[in-house]
């Protein structure tokens, strides 16, 4: 099969597209994610897959923790502005409507809801990293539907 044909069978896989929020003390951040699973009942953990080039990917070794913000379906805009590469030492969240957890990680208020985790494992997969994390808080914000790949975003190369 050519890398093109792979790449259009997994891009059927129907995946939610959500905001994870890393870093603290200046070195703040977030992401536009969507390889994303629930991976634990007991505990309940979430796991999500990130680029290893990816500058957050720094900050992802460094943090114990992270924030899943899981977007509504007319959060394009700013499923758009996390998906922007950053520059070195460049914030993303100036700007957004946000809220601090007790640890001082974002949360982003307009979402469907959040779910704080502790980072507890993180595994080699190809080019990418599997950070696993344990959900150690989690809320509703709003109502409403979640934004998903369906609506025509794909995470591509
Ligand atoms: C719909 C969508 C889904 C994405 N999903 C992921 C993902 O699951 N993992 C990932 O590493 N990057 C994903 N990305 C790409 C990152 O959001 C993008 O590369 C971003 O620039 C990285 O931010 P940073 O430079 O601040 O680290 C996705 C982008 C879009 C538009």
């Known amino acids: 099969m050519s890398?093109?044909?792979?790449?259009?069978?997994?891009?059927k896989i129907p995946y939610s597209v959500c905001v994870v929020t890393v870093g603290l003390g200046g070195l703040e951040n977030g992401l536009t994610i969507s390889w994303l699973s629930q991976v634990s009942f007991e505990?309940?953990?979430?796991?999500?897959?990130?680029?290893k080039q990816h500058y957050s990917a720094e900050l992802v070794e460094d943090v114990p923790n992270f924030v899943v913000n899981l977007l509504a379906e007319d959060q394009l805009e700013i499923a758009g502005h996390f998906a922007k590469r950053s520059m070195t030492g460049d914030s993303k969240i100036e700007g957004v409507d946000y809220r601090t957890t007790e640890t001082g990680l974002a949360i982003l208020t307009d979402a469907l809801a959040y779910y704080e985790c502790d980072v507890v494992a993180q595994h080699e997969a190809g080019d990418h990293w599997i950070i696993?994390?344990?959900?150690?808080?989690?809320a509703i914000l709003n109502d409403g539907a979640p934004l998903t790949s369906a609506?025509?975003?794909?995470y591509k190369k």
Not at 3 to 11: D, I, N, S, W
Request: charged fraction near 30%; hydrophobic fraction near 45%.
């Open 43 to 51: 505990p309940p953990m979430l796991a999500f897959s990130i680029d």
């Open 132 to 138: 696993i994390g344990e959900v150690t808080d989690a």
């Open 151 to 154: 609506q025509g975003l794909r």
């Open 3 to 11: 890398e093109k044909r792979f790449q259009e069978v997994l891009a």
